[in-house]
């Protein structure tokens, strides 16, 4: 039966074959590098989609299809035609990224390209780009597949080419097909240009260096299969097929979402930074144990805790910031990397939060904070690094000591407990054996002094008494003698945490720089250093705590007279600096009234703390 | 589709359409003036795709009736960047440059937005692919693209939720994109 040309049939062909030939079209002169300059004239890239285009002269008919007018792309379009046998055969497009090998010799060839043709096949047609001396398809070199197209009209089985519909609706089927695709052409051209290959396109062409990689395409009509480990890396993205009356067009793509390996140094305008005294997301493991690193010179606000972690690493070194990725073409790594390192930045009180353009769909889901180096995906002014108070202080206190456990939920329950830390009066039980080494990791640390510094400077100093430093008062170095003992016996209990106040509690001061005229304090956050709002936060926790220890039942005599005298030293607002004169007169004064302990004396303590807790159970059990 | 014109820069896309890009422009100046004058106002651009249908004269109107069958809608908020060197700042930085660090910072803001602007871009793509049926006829036309307004408006505006309301009322068109 003779095929009228202008039937809708006929028609619908046609647009299928024209629609092959544009879309290898769209996607190749995209990602082939020019031959010569005289297709390129800079960055004047302007391609007129009106059928109408000004620059008619150089327009052929087939570039009025759809709309679209494109640049030149000798080699596929003068060929597609010639291999393309029917519209039923899939189109495969790869994009092939090749890297020359190291000992090539840059001397030896020439930046003009020349096409060579290889007709290997009916079916395979594929299209290498080759240099003149040198072969960047030949082996020694690296290829990798970096996109795969595929275009094909898969036909619906049994349906019959001629429309039985009405007039109406077959001559608008064509219309249809034409308009719809119109729409998919468009979106392809758009896409072939946010993908990764598109900057390694435009990097080729942008100078006549000779750079170590170059894109080859190959065209074919079979699927070959891909290497797993590649199509595992591979992406996919499949735009909305056409339908037509008798099948569909579709357009599927395969891309690797990053591509940095030859191109990255070109596109990188900030070098990877080794991050040193990486200790990782306290959220990942907030028991972790830190190298005990000497920490440079950090300006004291800088963080709540000396020792920095990763996120707000970059905040304090300088330019550039090492968790910063570099804007290379690998734009999905590069914002994966942003969201990694996002919602671990400490915002400054001074910025805002960055929105972009979002289009208001049902389907909207991407992220649209995305985070910045310098910006947080929140206005919450706390840090990141901000947890509940008792966390805090897990994570700060692990980086300079012992295992450290700070039982929050016992802290309601019986203050006493021998085997737990839930003593509030019970010294600081920490190893001491490394004591000397700890106060100068303190020293170094609290050179950045921030609360959580001054909180474990307290500690510091509690594990720097027993060491023999100068302590304003009388029987203080009997006390830290039995008190080192004390706590060797408790060398792998745990405590309590710093606010554990002591009834003879005194600080050293001469451990803590810059604080040599004081006295001492208590064992308690007092000190702050400049108001912080991440500060205060953790002040009001530990004000909490505090508060839960005073409202502690008194367990003796001896120690409600401890509790009593170290209340009035311990202020409500925790976080004010501390009153020095009158915490040493406090200090002193318990001092002065407790006895000299013993080693014995201290395990006397232990067992009627044991016996308290028993009690109090018991007495819990009751109630 | 053609809203990503602006953003053609950055990737390259240009729609060839030297009257359209015009407009586009000025739209753009218009949104930035706009933005300079209220910088913390909430703003969003509609574009809007429309059938012109041409209702019979009488005697008082000559109406041209606009059927609209497709809405975007863009809301931009401009964030106000940081100065490089906030005093205030408690997170002080180490001894930089100042001129080095504040590039950095331009440049690691634009690789943000530009990532940012491909996703964006990408989802046009899924939403101007997955729905075609409601797309009207290509009238024979000069030009690019379809018949499109493209409108301002801010929050500080008196009616601003009610005229993206109305607008919504108006088109009634079912398989509009919300």
Same mark, same amino acid.
């Given at each position: 039966m003779a095929v009228n040309p202008h039937s809708e049939p006929a028609k619908m062909e046609q647009i299928i074959t024209e629609f092959f030939a544009k879309s290898l079209h769209i996607i190749l002169e995209s990602r082939c590098p020019y031959v010569s300059s005289r297709n390129y004239s800079?960055?004047?890239?302007?391609?007129?989609?009106?059928?109408?285009?000004?620059s008619s002269s150089s327009m052929?008919?087939?570039?009025k299809w759809f709309n679209l007018t494109l640049r030149d792309c000798p080699a596929a379009l003068e060929n597609i035609d010639f291999w393309r046998?029917?519209?039923?055969e899939p189109m495969v497009v790869d994009v092939v990224l090749v890297q020359r090998s190291h000992?090539?010799?840059?001397?030896?060839?020439?930046?003009r390209l020349a096409l060579e043709r290889n007709l290997s096949s009916k079916e395979r047609f594929p299209f290498v780009w080759k240099s003149d001396s040198d072969e960047?398809?030949?082996?020694?070199n690296s290829e990798k597949i970096i996109e795969r197209w595929v275009v094909q009209y898969e036909s619906k089985k049994g349906?019959?080419?001629?429309?039985?519909?009405s007039k109406r609706s077959s001559s608008n089927s064509s219309h249809a097909l034409y308009k719809k695709s119109i729409l998919l052409l468009r979106s392809l051209y758009v896409t072939v240009r946010l993908l990764p290959a598109y900057k390694i396109f435009r990097e080729i062409n942008s100078s006549g260096q000779i750079r170590t990689f170059s894109l080859i395409h190959r065209v074919s009509s079979s699927v070959e299969p891909l290497l797993r480990r590649d199509e595992a890396e591979m992406q996919q993205f499949m735009f909305a097929p056409v339908d037509t009356s008798c099948g569909k067009l579709c357009i599927s793509l395969s891309y690797l979402?990053?591509?940095?390996?030859?191109?990255?140094e070109s596109s990188t305008p900030m070098s990877p930074q080794f991050i040193p005294d990486?200790?990782?997301s306290p959220l990942a493991d907030p028991l972790k144990r830190l190298p005990s690193v000497p920490m440079p010179?950090?300006? *004291?606000? !800088?963080? #709540?805790?000396?020792?920095?972690?990763s996120w707000s690493y970059d905040t304090s070194?300088?330019?550039?910031?090492?968790?910063l990725p570099s804007p290379s073409p690998t734009y999905s790594e590069s914002r994966t990397s942003y969201s990694k390192f996002g919602s671990h930045r400490p915002p400054t009180s001074s910025r805002y939060p960055l929105e972009t353009a979002q289009v208001h769909t049902k389907d909207t889901g991407y992220d649209e904070y995305l985070p910045s180096p310098n910006f947080s995906p929140s206005p919450s002014p706390s840090p990141p690094m901000y947890l509940p108070g008792s966390n805090m202080l897990k994570v700060l206190l692990r980086s300079d000591s012992a295992p450290v456990y700070i039982p929050t939920s016992r802290?309601?329950?019986?203050?006493?407990?021998s085997s737990k830390?839930?003593? *509030?009066? !019970?010294? #600081?039980?920490?190893?001491?054996?490394?004591s000397l080494s700890l106060v100068e990791r303190s020293s170094s640390i609290l050179q950045s002094a921030t609360t959580a510094g001054k909180l474990l400077s307290l500690r510091e100093e509690d594990i720097a008494r027993p060491s023999g430093v100068k302590i304003s008062g009388n029987s203080s170095p009997h006390k830290s003698s039995s008190r080192l003992s004390f706590e060797d016996s408790f060398d792998d209990s745990e405590f309590s945490g710093p606010?554990?106040?002591?009834?003879?509690?005194?600080?050293?001061?001469?451990?803590?720089p810059g604080s040599s005229d004081r006295s001492g304090n208590l064992g308690?956050?007092?000190?702050?250093?400049g108001p912080s709002t991440p500060r205060k936060s953790q002040d009001a926790a530990v004000g909490a705590l505090v508060q839960m220890l005073k409202k502690?039942?008194?367990?003796r005599q001896d120690l409600s007279r401890s509790q009593n005298v170290c209340k009035p030293s311990?202020?409500?607002?925790?976080?004010?600096?501390?009153?020095d004169p009158a915490v040493v007169e406090v200090g002193s004064s318990s001092m002065a009234s407790s006895r000299v302990k013993t080693t014995s004396d201290a395990l006397e303590e232990l067992k009627a703390y044991m016996d308290v807790k028993q009690l109090l159970l018991r007495q819990s059990g009751k109630s | 589709m053609w809203s990503t014109l602006r953003y053609g820069k950055f990737f390259d896309?240009?729609?060839?359409?030297a009257e359209l890009e015009k407009k586009v422009d000025e739209k753009i100046d218009q949104f930035i003036d706009k933005v300079e004058k209220h910088p913390n106002k909430k703003n969003q651009i509609c574009l809007s795709f429309f059938e012109v249908k041409n209702k019979q004269q009488t005697w008082f109107t000559n109406k041209v009736e606009h059927l609209y069958w497709e809405h975007w809608y863009i809301n931009l908020n401009v964030a106000q960047h940081p100065k490089a060197?906030?005093?205030?700042?408690?997170h002080s930085k180490l001894v930089v440059d100042p001129g080095e660090s504040a590039s950095e910072e331009r440049n690691a803001r634009r690789a943000t937005l530009e990532s940012s602007l491909h996703e964006v871009l990408f989802q046009i793509i899924k939403f101007v692919n997955e729905k075609k049926d409601h797309i009207p006829p290509?009238?024979?036309?000069?030009?690019?693209?379809?018949p499109y307004e493209i409108i301002i408006s801010s929050?500080?505006?008196?009616a601003f939720g009610m005229d993206m309301f109305k607008r919504m009322l108006q088109t009634g068109h079912p398989t509009m994109l919300s």
């Open positions: 800079g960055d004047q890239i302007m391609h007129s989609p009106s059928s109408s285009a000004s052929r008919p087939r570039d046998q029917s519209n039923l000992n090539w010799d840059y001397g030896s060839t020439s930046p960047f398809g030949c082996d020694g349906c019959k080419e001629v429309c039985s519909g979402p990053s591509i940095s390996d030859a191109t990255s990486y200790v990782g010179q950090y300006s *004291p606000s !800088s963080s #709540p805790f000396g020792r920095r972690h070194i300088a330019s550039p910031p090492s968790a802290l309601g329950d019986a203050p006493v407990s830390t839930g003593l *509030p009066f !019970s010294p #600081p039980l920490r190893a001491t054996r490394p606010f554990v106040v002591d009834d003879d509690d005194m600080m050293d001061p001469g451990s803590r308690t956050p007092h000190e702050r250093i502690a039942p008194p367990l311990r202020p409500e607002s925790s976080c004010n600096q501390i009153q | 896309v240009q729609c060839g359409d060197h906030s005093g205030k700042s408690h290509i009238p024979s036309m000069e030009g690019v693209s379809f929050s500080s505006d008196s």
